[in-house]
């Protein structure tokens, strides 16, 4: 019976879209090659498998202790899978270097091979999936304030050499996979309080990542990701948007917008049509900050839905990438995975639904009250009729129906780790 309902209004809403030059057949094919990097850290609050693991720091926090994280690589696993059942289209997965398979073994930052992700190569091709990857600065005895711009040679040297490790490890993930694997630099490095050594720290961190990027690894791209202020580092933060926009304008790296490192007045979408005359291409960081960058579980506001369409209306929906980036330890980790994940989609949908060649037409003619118009209109417009339809299509719940599969996966595999 809803199976008809869901058929039936899309046919409806297919109709009402066409009215205004819109095909929803091709925006279902453009949103199944929608491919989000869904990430590991969500599943277990960013704590990884490393055998000598500290408490997590860096200026990061996961808030929330409900029941159930994942507390091994196998419960890690099977959350994502379970996740990814319930998420339509096929997915990335986005892993930290703390999540390596080290098997009990203590194997320091500056010591990782690919021998300890073979197991997730091996995994991902068994379950269809893309690896993204990302070196890991914080929570480590060397952390500290500084990593790649500590003026302090040994431990500089040490996290070059991580990151450098780290590069390798994503290019063997590109080549299993024979599709680059992206992977993204973000070290927390910053002040608590005031500096006079501004100058000192940056260009000590240019020195490291030109290090770091000299040798070519062809199968994997880098990505690059500033930040306002970390807790903890408050007055001053090495690796600032300025910075990482302008080394990878000159350096031709990707640059990454994560939607929770900007100031609370600034749009992210903003950034899109501003930096893409000088970026190859760019990797999106989705969370929902609430006052700051506490990596809320993203949902369909106004700066998501924002972000997307900036991307559809500056034609750039190949040279983006879409990652997630929330870790909420609040409520159920795998159905956070699933609203995020869905709720990311469906900004993507109402972007691609909108007729934007007409509302470009009204702008330029300068029929402003015609723009706002079909912007309002647009609202309003029967889009969710039509990702019902994308989710039927790909054999997943539809609505709120998958509320049900995590109820039952609660009962039969969470509530054993309680």
């Known amino acids: ?67 159930g994280a994942a507390r091994n690589i196998d419960e890690l696993r099977s959350d994502i899978l379970k996740a990814k059942s319930l998420i339509p289209g096929n997915h990335r997965l986005n892993l930290h270097e703390i999540y390596g398979d080290f098997k009990g073994k203590v194997v320091d930052r500056d010591e990782v091979t690919v021998e300890y992700f073979q197991s997730w190569i091996d995994w991902a091709k068994e379950n269809n999936t893309l690896l993204d990857f990302n070196s890991s600065s914080f929570s480590h005895p060397k952390s500290g304030n500084l990593s790649l711009a500590n003026p ?53 961190l240019k020195k490291s990542l030109d290090e770091i990027f000299e040798k070519d690894q062809p199968m994997m791209k880098d990505s690059i990701e500033g930040k306002v202020f970390g807790i903890g580092l408050e007055s001053f933060t090495v690796g600032s948007h300025d910075f990482y926009t302008a080394y990878a304008s000159k350096y031709d790296k990707i640059l990454t917008i994560d939607t929770g490192h900007y100031h609370p007045t600034e749009s992210p979408a903003d950034k899109v049509s501003a930096v893409l005359p000088f970026v190859k291409e760019l990797m999106l960081h989705v969370s929902r900050p609430i006052r700051w960058d506490s990596d809320h579980v993203t949902i369909m506001d106004d700066p998501t839905l924002d972000l997307f369409s900036e991307i559809v209306r500056a034609d750039a929906l ?13 409520i159920n980790r795998i159905g956070a995975y699933v609203i995020g994940s869905r709720s990311a989609q469906k900004c993507m949908l109402r972007a691609l ?66």
């Open 1 to 67: 019976m809803k199976e008809a309902l869901v058929k039936k209004a899309y046919e409806v809403a297919k109709e009402r879209y066409a009215e205004i030059g819109i095909d929803t057949e091709k925006v279902l094919e453009q949103l199944q090659n929608f491919h989000l990097s869904l990430h590991c850290w969500q599943a277990d609050d960013v704590k990884g498998f490393e055998v000598q693991a500290g408490s997590l720091s860096g200026g990061i926090q996961s808030t929330g202790d409900f029941p």
């Open 318 to 330: 190949e040279r983006v990438h879409y990652g997630l980036d929330f870790f909420d330890g609040s």
């Open 152 to 204: 302090d040679e040994s431990i500089r040297t040490f996290w070059v050499e991580h990151t450098k490790r780290c590069r390798e490890i994503a290019n063997a993930m590109g080549e299993a996979q024979n599709d680059p694997c992206i992977m993204n630099l973000w070290v927390h490095d910053g002040c608590k309080d005031m500096s006079v050594n501004h100058a000192l720290y940056r260009n000590t």
């Open 353 to 418: 639904l909108e007729p934007k060649d007409l509302i470009s037409k009204y702008e330029l003619a300068g029929e402003g009250y015609k723009v706002l118009t079909m912007l309002e209109e647009q609202k309003a417009m029967p889009w969710q009729a039509v990702y019902d339809e994308f989710c039927l299509r790909n054999n997943v719940p539809v609505g709120a129906d998958f509320m049900a599969d995590i109820d039952q996966y609660v009962a039969d595999v969470v509530s054993k780790r309680i």
